[in-house]
């Protein structure tokens, strides 16, 4: 099992930042967190932003590419969201997911086998 807890999130007003992180445990000798996901109310979890574990080699959600920004500190196995420039569709609870580490970045949540708790974030107008 693999455990992963965000944190970071918060209120925050149109044109700020937040830096959400994600610290892994358990298992993680082959499973690592490599992808962001958000969702707000009444809409489907969609990807933010993906990381290759060995490459560290990015994709990012068109909405977000050029403001969001996906790092990882591979000896304290977390991964970090960077999110500039904030607006209020960007209001949504986020969630950071782990899976078996590969070369690819993997932007489909069906991939992902562990998620976690989920933290809030709201861009107020």
């Known amino acids: 099992q693999v455990q992963l807890v965000e944190s970071g999130g918060g209120l925050v007003q149109a044109g700020g930042s937040l830096r959400l992180s994600c610290a892994a445990s358990?298992?993680?000798?082959?499973?690592?967190?490599m992808g962001w996901f958000r969702q707000a109310p009444g809409k489907e979890r969609e990807f933010v932003a993906g990381?290759?574990?060995?490459?560290?080699?990015?994709t990012y959600a068109d909405s977000v590419k050029g403001r969001f920004t996906i790092s990882r500190d591979i000896g304290k196995i977390t991964l970090y969201l960077q999110m500039n420039s904030l607006k209020p569709e960007d209001t949504a609870v986020y969630y950071c997911?782990?899976?078996?580490?590969?070369?690819?970045?993997?932007?489909?949540?069906?991939?992902?086998?562990?998620w976690g708790q989920g933290t809030q974030v709201t861009v107020s107008s």
């Open positions: 997911a782990a899976r078996e580490v590969a070369t690819a970045v993997f932007t489909d949540r069906r991939l992902y086998a562990y």
């Open positions: 358990g298992r993680t000798f082959s499973t690592k967190p």
């Open positions: 990381i290759s574990w060995y490459t560290g080699s990015t």
